[in-house]
T-cell receptor
Framework: EAGVVQSPRYKIIEKKQPVAFWCNPI?????LYWYRQNLGQGPELLIR????????DSQLPKDRFSAERLKGVDSTLKIQPAELGDSAVYLC???????????FGPGTRLTVL | GDSVTQMEGPVTLSEEAFLTINCTYT??????LFWYVQYPGEGLQLLLK?????DKGSNKGFEATYRKETTSFHLEKGSVQVSDSAVYFC???????????FGTGTSLTVIP
């Protein structure tokens, strides 16, 4: 069974540029999470989806970050414009329901110059 | 607020040595506790979990016991292998809302 797929694996951009990350969760997993992991830190939740509905986006900086999960499967996380402090690894995870194990993708490492 | 504190690394051990990685938590109510492992170039993987006080989670020779009296969930392994080299994250999940709180991670390197 394929795991959570993320692309790209690495992205380098200049500040003020836009960037987008894509996530394909495990087939059948209705719950999808986006996390940000700063260097030397643990992951911090940005947004959680139940199917296509964002049910917890309290930690998402809405002035520059946006996310969508059309049709309740794949998801895209966008930053526009990117700032230097956005350099981090962006992790996607999925689970079969709210209280089941989360499976993580390998992450996208973003470097903003 | 809710949080997890784990021992700072990096930790370097010789093969077959005993491993302890300390983790303590602060939370209201009765959270579930987890250890995740991240191998180089891979995503986080669930290593073990415990959902109530005095529960012991175990997997691949690793163990951790949920100690409510000391608010701890220390990870242990009796004999580490080179293949255990990874970053280990302690985490808690509130049982209302599924919010996860991760520790900062502890890097382990096992040398032959």
């Amino acid at each position: 069974e394929a795991g959570v797929v993320q692309s790209p694996r690495y992205k380098i951009i200049e500040k003020k540029q836009p960037v987008a990350f894509w996530c394909n969760p495990i087939s059948g997993h209705n719950t999808l999470y986006w996390y940000r992991q700063n260097l030397g830190q643990g992951p911090e939740l940005l947004i959680r989806y139940e199917n296509e509905e964002a049910v917890d986006d309290s930690q998402l900086p809405k002035d520059r970050f946006s996310a969508e999960r059309l049709k309740g499967v794949d998801s895209t996380l966008k930053i526009q414009p990117a700032e230097l402090g956005d350099s981090a690894v962006y992790l996607c995870a999925s689970s079969l329901g709210l209280h089941n194990e989360q499976f993580f993708g390998p992450g996208t490492r973003l470097t903003v110059l | 607020g809710d949080s997890v504190t784990q021992m700072e690394g990096p930790v370097t051990l010789s093969e077959e040595a005993f491993l302890t990685i300390n983790c303590t938590y602060t939370a209201t109510g009765y959270p579930s506790l987890f250890w995740y492992v991240q191998y180089p170039g891979e995503g986080l993987q669930l290593l073990l979990k415990a959902t109530k006080a005095d529960d012991k989670g175990s997997n691949k020779g690793f163990e951790a016991t949920y100690r409510k009296e000391t608010t701890s969930f220390h990870l242990e392994k009796g004999s580490v292998q080179v293949s255990d080299s990874a970053v280990y994250f302690c985490a808690l999940r509130k049982n209302t809302g599924n919010q996860f709180y991760f520790g900062t991670g502890t890097s382990l390197t096992v040398i032959p």
